[in-house]
């Protein structure tokens, strides 16, 4: 048997008060003359009641669900980008809302009937969120609800939240000029001229144009540009391969992901190469993978969670006019960078993590 639903007029009928004064009170209202000896009456016969106030009542009398809508193209099925979500849900968990979280697998078509589904149950704004960071075009009809646009960039009329890439760029250079390195930097992954392709976004662009601009900055000179038609460990295995047959020398790498690092490192070791004595690396993203190289690898931290984390504070703050918003990249600062002095500490502003 279904226990029936406790109700408003319960609470105020255990309180001794009218239904009235219990809905001001348990819907915060400040702006009343209830005392306080009587709001304590209604919080504690809703507690003893187990009172739940009814969301479909309470989104009548406020216009608020108490819900944000989450629509991703493959953000939940995608395992470095579903940090984006749990920053969502965090954030919106203190704030007492609920995330409701819904997958369109980049078809526009499915983008458009999960929007006026999920504006057909009035929440209260909209997270658009992305696995790749690239430009995109929202539907075009009118959203008439708070929303920002996560991981992607867009010409529209929407605030967009992106990692700072172009200052990760610079910081990855200058954790090499501050270890004393002035030549021979090999550029693993993408070439400065190479031809826009799929792995060309907008993260990645700003990126390469931070570490040329750090490299202008820290007058260092590059041996090699090693592109990369993916960046997986193999690809980055054979690019390092090929480059240290040729007997160029070289003091450092610079990766554009953990994973071309992985290989780097293997093609290091065939080679009788250690590092950081004989080569430094710096890489991006900060890949689980990245803690278990030996020695562990300095990295750019992706700062998803905390991308989730200001959609949500946007859109309940209703601060979603046009702005691109830039969140810090934090670097891990490992040891495979051979510090200049053997006692030298940390670059300022970077984080040191001692390995297990």
Known sequence: ???RRVT???V???????????SLVLNDRKDTRISSEAATRVRAAAAELGYRPNPVALMLSTSRSETIGFISDSVATTRYASALIHGALSEALVRRHILLIAETGGDPANELETLESLLSRYVDGIIFAFERSHEVELPRQGIPVPHVVLNASISGLEASILPDEFTAGKDVVRILGDAGIRNGVVLLG???NQVPDRLFTTTVRRRME???VGLELQGLTLAAELGCTVWKPDAGYRAMTQFLSTGTPFEAIICLNDRLAFGAYQALAEYGLEVPRDVSIVSFDDDEIS???RPQLTSVALPYEAMGVLAV??????RTQPFEHLVPMPVRFRGS?????PSLNPPVGFESITEN
Not at 313 to 318: D, Q, V, W, Y
Not at 337 to 341: D, G, H, K
């Open 1 to 3: 048997m279904v226990e």
């Open 8 to 10: 408003l007029a319960d």
């Open 12 to 22: 105020a009928r255990r309180a001794g008060l009218s239904t009235t004064t219990a």
């Open 190 to 192: 993408r070439q400065f």
């Open 210 to 212: 931070g570490i040329r």
């Open 291 to 293: 803690q278990y190289l």
């Open 313 to 318: 504070e946007l859109i309940l703050s209703g």
């Open 337 to 341: 960078v051979r510090p200049l002095f």
